[in-house]
């Protein structure tokens, strides 16, 4: 799958809606950006923290499903632990997953979020699990 089969692959879903665009990928890595717009503010006008995590599990996820067959596997989140280390108020935020454990049935992603100017602004680690599909799944 490439980048805009990605990105197309998320229209009309949460992905789209905060505006999230995967930018470039390798064997084990995935990388992305989100706009920051009052929207993801919470009342201190910084980026909620929710926002971050979602951005996060995002990239994570994505990534895991590019490695792996979507027509015989699933993959779930199944954890997500984040630490937020900065506030981010404007610009985009770039996240990029790095892939830590890749076993049978689990991969651990480890995702950075920077703002504009290279800040890290959230750190997380994204477990998921990946599930064989079941025959009525199956396309």
């Known amino acids: 799958m490439t980048i805009d089969e990605i990105n197309s692959a998320c229209k009309d879903t949460f992905m789209e809606l905060l505006g999230i665009e995967f930018t470039a ?28 995590i979602s951005l996060a599990e995002s990239v994570g996820s994505a990534a895991s499903f590019l490695l792996v067959d979507p027509d015989k596997f699933n993959v779930l989140g199944s954890s997500v632990n984040s630490q937020h280390l900065a506030p981010a108020r404007k610009g985009t935020l770039t996240a990029k997953a790095t892939l830590l454990v890749k076993a049978d049935f689990k991969h651990i992603w480890d995702v950075k979020i920077e703002d504009d100017t290279g800040k890290l602004i959230s750190i997380s680690r994204v477990t998921n699990s990946i599930k064989p599909r079941k025959p009525e799944e199956l396309r």
């Open 25 to 52: 990928a390798t064997e084990s890595s995935l990388e992305a950006r989100m706009p920051i717009t009052p929207k993801l503010y919470q009342p201190m006008e910084v980026v909620h923290g929710g926002a971050l």
